[in-house]
């Protein structure tokens, strides 16, 4: 399974903090992207990385990609209490047909406190 | 939200119960997705539709049907369900089911609670 599996499994920082969350996945990948999720909310996709970048930003956002290791970490800077969310990496492969599934993981739940 | 709409929001069914679910898309995509989110588990993929046509089944039980009449609407139609199928049922679509480089966009989601 290419399952993207984050880390920590929560997060509590103070507003200001930077916060940064860990994915691991088994098999290569085409690309790997990251999404929040507000409590009982739908996904809001924040970034994608393909699989021949090694980092990325957007706005606060720094995604770093590391191939060999098959990780991936967000970094959010200067954080917000705005920013309460849960944050999900999600694989997607480079096996042929299997290509457009998404496979998430089970997300990291961050707390920002004022 | 992001052009995704669920509706109904939350839904509380028996187990006998016969229900829609319903989702549609405003961003001319041609892929929709059902999806199941349960507690403390990773987002499931339920079932695929790509210009209308069923690509992917994720031996899903057959008491979940879906259908796609057109490539803007989805529907999962549910019925003789299990208190374990309580769960958020999130909708999604994108441009096309083969491009994986492209981001998914979701719905808000269904809460349902089979009592």
């Known amino acids: 399974s290419q399952q993207g599996e984050e880390d920590p499994q929560a997060l509590s920082i103070q507003e200001g903090e930077n916060a940064t969350m860990n994915c691991s996945y088994k098999?290569?990948?085409?690309?790997l992207q990251w999404y929040r999720q507000n409590s009982g909310r739908g996904l809001v996709h924040l970034i994608l990385?393909?699989?021949?970048?090694r980092e990325k930003h957007s706005g606060r956002l720094r995604v770093t990609l590391d191939t060999s290791k098959k990780s991936s970490s967000l970094l959010i800077t200067a954080s917000r209490a705005a920013d309460t969310a849960s944050y999900f990496c999600a694989t997607a492969g480079d096996s042929g047909g299997s290509n457009y599934k998404l496979t998430f993981g089970k997300g990291t739940l961050l707390t920002v406190n004022p | 939200e992001t052009g995704v709409t669920q509706t109904p929001r939350h839904l509380v069914m028996g187990m006998t119960n016969k229900k829609s679910l319903k989702c549609e898309q405003h961003l001319g995509h041609n892929a929709m997705y059902w999806y199941k989110q349960s507690a403390k588990k990773p987002l499931e993929l339920m079932f695929v539709y790509n210009f209308k046509e069923q690509t992917e089944n994720n031996s899903v039980p057959s008491r979940f049907s879906p259908e796609c009449p057109n490539s803007s609407h989805l529907f999962l139609h549910l019925h003789t369900l299990q208190p374990e199928d309580s769960a958020l049922y999130l909708c999604?679509?994108?441009?096309?089911?083969?491009?994986?480089?492209?981001?998914?966009?979701f719905g808000p989601g269904t809460r349902l609670t089979v009592t």
């Open positions: 999604a679509s994108s441009q096309t089911q083969r491009e994986s480089w492209r981001e998914q966009y």
């Open positions: 990385i393909r699989s021949n970048e």
């Open positions: 098999t290569s990948i085409n690309n």
